[in-house]
């Protein structure tokens, strides 16, 4: 018999994540004023590649784990009813399409275990890499390694991501804001637990001596998730603005753009496995990323409306992003993804 939801009023956690998830549904009002940094590049076309698309390899190994497409489904949400439904759909497109998936942050069901089951996919994407997630600034706020092993635990998760926010929590109203030791207690946990940890900003970036200090902790891989995408800040000023507060800019602009704190952090650190993210919105997008250093591409607002629909339909939005992954690839001659990454660009100077 199908378990009975009871509705209980919403924790303040809880809806902060569902105000959080409508502001995101609207990409005008939550997207930054600057690009990505991408668009500055382009690839030297090729007009004899001598490849047939249908044979063109995409597939990928992540933390150990074979991909069918180099694309891994950025962290977004859980804790409430219509959150559920948005990871399950997420969890089945990334089922059939082979990919890589990340939950949001699990603290909502740390909290409040009863939420649990917003955040559980594994029975519908049972060989999925699935990606646990929390606030690395809670280590700081009585969170342990045992909750991170408790994250991962709920879900069966291959790895865990721990997010940086620093600019959000700071802007947040209810954020916590003591960043301090963080590095130290990030190394505990990668040594600690027993699956892989997995770094990434929230659309601010990571820069070079940041990726430098989290590979001395132990993190196997690092998500750049750059300016030029959803912006937090933005985000936050929404919220505030629809508690009658003055909407601010001062920190519009923050931020490392992706495509720098790409090509910074890959020079950091050759040997990390790094995504790229942070606005990337078409296979151009990330093919341009693979060939400036990533090893995925990963993105998270453009999937929100497909993933309220249905499955199929963000089946159908992400088998578009790997038509055209694959399209550059033949337009460039490279034929899987280490030729890709060998594959120049060319840079514009403005
Ligand atoms: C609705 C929504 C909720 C998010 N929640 C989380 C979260 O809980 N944990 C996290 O690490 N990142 C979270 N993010 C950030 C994304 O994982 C990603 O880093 C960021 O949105 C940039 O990618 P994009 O420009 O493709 O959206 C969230 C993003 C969205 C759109």
Known sequence: MPRRRVKKALTKTQQRKKEHLELCL???S??????????????????????????????????????????????MTGGFDLARRVNRNLAVAAQRLGLAMGVGSQRVAIEEPSVADSFE???????????????????NYGYTVDHCRRAVGMIGADGLILHLNVLQEAVQPEGN??????????AAVCRQLEVPVVVKEVGSGISAEVAVRLKE?????IDVAGRGGTSWY????????????????????????????LIAVRQAVPDLQIIASGGIRTGLDIAKSIALGADMGAFGQPLLAAALESPEKVVEFIAGIIHEIKITMLCVGAKNLDALKKIPLVRRST
Do not use: C, M
């Open 30 to 75: 939550v997207t930054g004023r600057f690009g990505t940094g991408l668009d500055r590049y382009s690839f030297v076309h090729n007009a004899l590649p001598e490849l047939d698309i249908d044979e063109i390899d995409v597939s990928t190994n992540f933390l150990g784990k074979q991909l069918q497409a180099p694309i891994l489904i950025s962290s």
């Open 177 to 186: 804001r003591n960043f301090k030791s963080l590095a130290e207690k990030i």
């Open 121 to 139: 996919v594994r029975d519908v994407a049972p060989d999925i890499l699935l990606l646990s997630n929390l606030g690395a600034v809670q280590l």
């Open 234 to 261: 933005a985000v936050e000023v929404q919220r505030a603005a629809k508690q009658g507060k003055p909407a601010e800019t001062t920190f519009a602009d923050w931020g490392i753009p992706t495509e720098e704190a």
């Open 26 to 28: 609207d990409a005008t």
């Open 217 to 221: 902790a132990g993190v196997k891989a």
